[in-house]
């Protein structure tokens, strides 16, 4: 079945720096993929997406590129703030009868001032 | 626009009680989801509703969970006689078909805690 595997948590970097969370997934066709995030006390939003092989979903200054030689949709952000601290979870929707998103653990990112 | 709600926002309940948690998804979307969300599992499907369609339920974990879409708008999903398992975040998401995927919006989640 369906899987996402992503870097566990928690990751905390200095504001600026450069940020990568990995994530690599297994699936049964072309999946398209996804990262949510979810900030404290609030719900999940999408964050960028990509459908297709070598697709560069962006968005806030994240981007992330689906890699399908490779399995995967690494996150990245050249330079983080500390508004950028929330859950990161990585996901797939393969299609199939229900188009139902499998989520990766997620990723606790802190970003200190 | 409106996104989706959901409510209550916080559900505390006894064990062996039953409890309804309901949905409000974004107007014109077909498709709703529940999920949970909990600390051992992460985030797990539970039910697709699609328009007129018979429901897709094969992520309930037990026969004591179900839920309904009225109306193809307002979604209730009911546990009965709750386990203190139970306790977890659950997530409502609702899409539209857009370029070719289906794009899920969820809401900000009911708490439900069973002492």
């Known amino acids: 079945g369906d899987s996402v595997t992503q870097m566990e948590g928690p990751v905390t970097l200095s504001e600026e720096a450069f940020l990568t969370i990995n994530c690599t997934y297994t699936a049964t066709g072309y999946p398209s993929l996804f990262w949510y995030v979810q900030y404290p006390g609030e719900g999940l939003q999408l964050l960028l997406k990509a459908t297709k092989a070598d697709d560069k979903g962006s968005n806030k200054g994240f981007e992330a590129t689906y890699r399908k030689e490779t399995t995967s949709f690494h996150l990245e952000k050249g330079s983080v703030q500390v508004s950028d601290s929330a859950v990161y979870f990585c996901?797939?929707?393969?299609?199939?009868?229900?188009?139902?998103?499998?989520f990766g653990k997620g990723t606790l990112l802190t970003v200190n001032p | 626009g409106a996104g989706v709600s959901q409510s209550p926002s916080n559900k505390v309940t006894e064990k062996g009680k039953d409890v309804e948690l309901r949905c409000d998804p974004i107007s014109g979307h077909t498709a709703l989801y529940w999920y949970r969300q909990s600390l051992g599992q992460g985030l797990e499907f539970l039910i697709y509703f699609q328009g007129n369609s018979a429901p897709d339920k094969s992520g309930l974990p037990s026969d004591r969970f179900s839920a309904e879409r009225t109306g193809g708008s307002v979604s209730t999903l009911t546990i009965q006689r709750t386990q203190q398992e139970d306790s977890a975040v659950y997530l409502c998401?609702?899409?539209?078909?857009?370029?070719?995927?289906?794009?899920?919006?969820f809401g900000p989640g009911t708490r439900l805690t069973v002492t």
């Open positions: 998401a609702s899409s539209l078909r857009k370029q070719g995927i289906y794009e899920q919006y």
């Open positions: 996901a797939l929707n393969s299609g199939g009868s229900n188009y139902k998103l499998t």
